[in-house]
T-cell receptor, first 115, second 111 residues
């Protein structure tokens, strides 16, 4: 069965370290997204990609970067981790449907703690 | 700015009753609206999609309405069960293939 997997599921790091969260999907979806989820804020869009070599900033992109070298993977990098980036991170993908409306398929999340 | 509001207070209902959750939005004209379910420690799971030209959509015990004049969607679970206890997220398509989410409403169904 197709799926979307995130790793690591849990990570503790120190302020200033570079951290990369992996996301791999086998749906063959063109669209991939990274969200962060914090209490009271819901899911907020960090970066998204509509295909290979395409990346776009979301509403909370400062301090994060992504790259899309193939269809399956969209790694999220925190260049210099800050305590404000302690959160649960979700990767999602969707297909390119005519007329839009593609449902999002989510991974199980990566819980990141920055000390 | 664009905003999605869901009732932040948890909804507690008795098993067998109908649960109704509300999603209001401002400064949007979404082509469609989605509802997701999220269990603790898990990623959201898609439930239903309703388009702007649809007033109502049903799937088994779930019903969604979409009023583009009021800028509101209602999500109903009929004959609710304890297994329906979860957080329910409202989501709007904002152009391209971007989807933005409300903060969710926690539902507790008591046996």
């Amino acid at each position: 069965d197709a799926e979307i997997t995130q790793s690591p599921r849990h990570k503790i790091t120190e302020t200033g370290r570079q951290v990369t969260l992996a996301c791999h999907q086998t749906w063959n979806h063109n669209n991939m997204f990274w969200y962060r989820q914090d209490l009271g804020h819901g899911l907020r869009l960090i970066h998204y990609s509509y295909g290979v070599q395409d990346t776009n900033k979301g509403e909370v992109s400062d301090g994060y970067s992504v790259s899309r070298s193939n269809t399956e993977d969209l790694p999220l990098t925190l260049e210099s981790a800050a305590s404000s980036q302690t959160s649960v991170y979700f990767c999602a993908s969707s297909s390119t449907l005519a007329g839009g409306g593609g449902e999002l398929f989510f991974g199980e999340g990566s819980r990141l703690t920055v000390l | 700015s664009q905003k999605i509001e869901q009732n932040s207070e948890a909804l507690n209902i008795q098993e067998g009753k109908t649960a109704t959750l509300t999603c209001n939005y401002t400064n949007y004209s979404p082509a469609y609206l989605q509802w997701y379910r999220q269990d603790p420690g898990r990623g959201p799971v898609f439930l239903l999609l309703i388009r702007e030209n649809e007033k109502e959509k049903r799937k088994e015990r779930l019903k969604v309405t979409f009023d583009t004049t009021l800028k509101q969607s209602l999500f109903h679970i009929t004959a609710s069960q304890p297994a329906d206890s979860a957080t329910y997220l409202c989501a709007l398509h904002t152009g391209g293939f971007k989807t933005i989410f409300g903060a969710g409403t926690r539902l507790f169904v008591k046996a």
